[in-house]
């Protein structure tokens, strides 16, 4: 499909809610991470604690976090190199918006993959509750 | 104020006019009784090289982006292709910063465990409760009874020492910044700290979470000492107090347990046993009063006596005011020779 007319977009009406798709796996992951953690050490074990079960939940949150955003990433990406058309995508037709939202996406998939590999890297130096 | 809690003690330092003055009094923030950047514990050294591995980077980057914005807007840059300047945006914007942050992260992950594991069994403990506007120390020596005291930690160099710490009333935080980290003191719970001291010398601690009227009046000296003579200085706290020697403080002595003091204090050895204000046992032998806010003398005790609530606003003890200049007089001498 090389040109760009409207009406052979995948959409009838550009949607925000997947730009909004990283970021929310990003902050779920974070927000899922930490209660884990907390409720793990204050109910189930000492102060001083092992942290191994949650370290392994952990990795498992971050292995679906990182899936999802990938997937929303590559789907960004896909909507960016649809058609014919340069970046900034900033010209006031269908196909731009398409094209920008995409690129938006695909960056906001960029950022929330590092930041919830950062919220992931914890969990390789903390080994107890302390 | 005690002359060895003032963080400016650019005394000895080179006097030289204009900037240099300018550079010393800076530089005098780095060093003396209360500054991080002149470590004599463990943890403090971590976190003073933390400090100048991200003050040099910050300055690196710093000058990096004046540069390229000075060459933006003034300098004669080449023309670049759109390809040259997507290189810029994605490695000065995205990709530098990435690395740089993780290496920050990873580094500071490395650091943070060895900061707050425990010290090894059989260590010293001191059990420190931060008290509007005071501190109760407990010194928990391994298999030997503890001992109370108040205002002033002294600490054997070179040994891990594990506080214990917790508040009866708010939030305080406890923090000796030349020996390491601080740590916050939150009623209901026990939070710890591990201190090493590297070196002897005398520091000055603080409460670093602001805890009501008189915060800034809540500090203490820290006093590292030699192993040998850190024993026998607990073996002399440990004592209970001497009994007066001369008549004035025999009189003080009485005044004191007249004057209700013992409801709220406690000297060991005698009836005073109250539990609401510091131990004053040993009280004459500490270098503050106050906690840390008078240099400890007849005078200043007696100024603590009479204007309580003014050296201290808000302070939970009563003036005293109204004693005569004699009855207060003997106190002093009472509690100064409580060494
Ligand atoms: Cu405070």
Redesign the interface.
């Known amino acids: 499909m090389k040109t760009s007319a409207a009406p052979r977009l995948p959409e009838r009406h550009e949607s925000l809610w997947r730009l909004i798709v990283s970021p929310t796996v990003w902050a779920v992951h974070f927000m899922l991470s930490y209660i884990t953690a907390a409720v793990w050490c204050a109910k189930y074990v000492p102060r001083s604690g092992t942290l191994e079960p949650v370290r392994w939940l952990i990795a498992g949150y971050t292995l679906v976090a990182l899936g999802a955003i990938a997937w929303n990433g590559w789907d960004g990406y896909r909507r960016h190199r649809h058609g014919a058309s340069e970046l900034p995508h900033d010209a006031d037709t269908p196909g731009d918006r398409h094209r920008f939202l995409g690129f938006a996406t695909f960056l906001l998939a960029l950022l929330s993959a590092v930041a919830v590999a950062f919220a992931a890297l914890a969990v390789l130096y903390f080994h107890d509750c302390r | 104020m005690v002359h060895f809690l003032s963080a400016t003690s650019a005394r000895s330092r080179p006097h030289r006019a204009g900037a240099a003055s300018a550079v010393a009094v800076l530089l005098a923030g780095c060093s003396g009784p209360q500054s991080s950047l002149d470590p004599a514990g463990a943890g403090a050294r971590e976190i003073a090289d933390l400090f100048w591995w991200m003050a040099g980077g910050t300055v690196v980057v710093w000058v990096a982006v004046a540069w390229l914005t000075y060459s933006a807007v003034r300098g004669r840059v080449a023309e670049q292709t759109a390809r040259q300047a997507r290189y810029y945006i994605i490695g000065g914007g ?1 990709l530098f910063p ?1 690395v740089v ?2 290496a920050l ?2 580094h500071g ?2 650091i ?2 060895p900061l ?3 010290a090894p069994p059989g260590s010293l403990r001191i059990a420190v409760s931060g008290e509007q506007w005071w501190w109760r120390v407990q010194y928990q020596p391994d298999g030997e009874e503890p001992v109370e005291l108040a205002n002033e930690i002294r600490l054997p160099v070179g040994e891990p020492v594990e506080f214990i710490l917790d508040a009866p009333d708010v939030i305080h935080s406890f923090w000796i910044p030349s020996l390491g980290g601080k740590m916050d003191m939150i009623p209901g719970r026990t939070t ?1 700290l591990t201190l090493q001291a590297t070196r002897t010398g005398t520091f000055r601690g603080v409460c670093a979470e602001y805890c009501g009227e008189s915060h800034a009046l809540m500090a203490f000296p820290v006093v590292v000492m030699a192993k040998a003579e850190f024993s026998a200085w607990l073996a002399a706290q440990r004592a209970p107090a001497q009994a007066p020697a001369d008549p004035l403080a025999e009189r003080g002595r009485a005044a004191f347990l007249q004057n209700g003091c013992a409801a709220c204090h406690a000297v060991r050895g005698t009836e005073a046993r109250g539990r609401i204000g510091p131990d004053l046992t040993h009280v004459g032998g500490r270098m503050t009063l106050g906690a840390g806010v008078l240099t400890n003398n007849r005078a200043a005790l007696v100024r603590w006596l009479a204007h309580t609530d003014r050296v201290k606003p808000g302070v939970l003890m009563p003036h005293f005011g109204m004693l005569p200049a004699a009855e207060l007089d003997a106190v002093a001498a009472y509690l100064e020779s409580l060494r």
């Open positions: 995205a990435t942050l993780t992260l990873l992950f490395r943070l465990p707050l594991a425990p710890r």
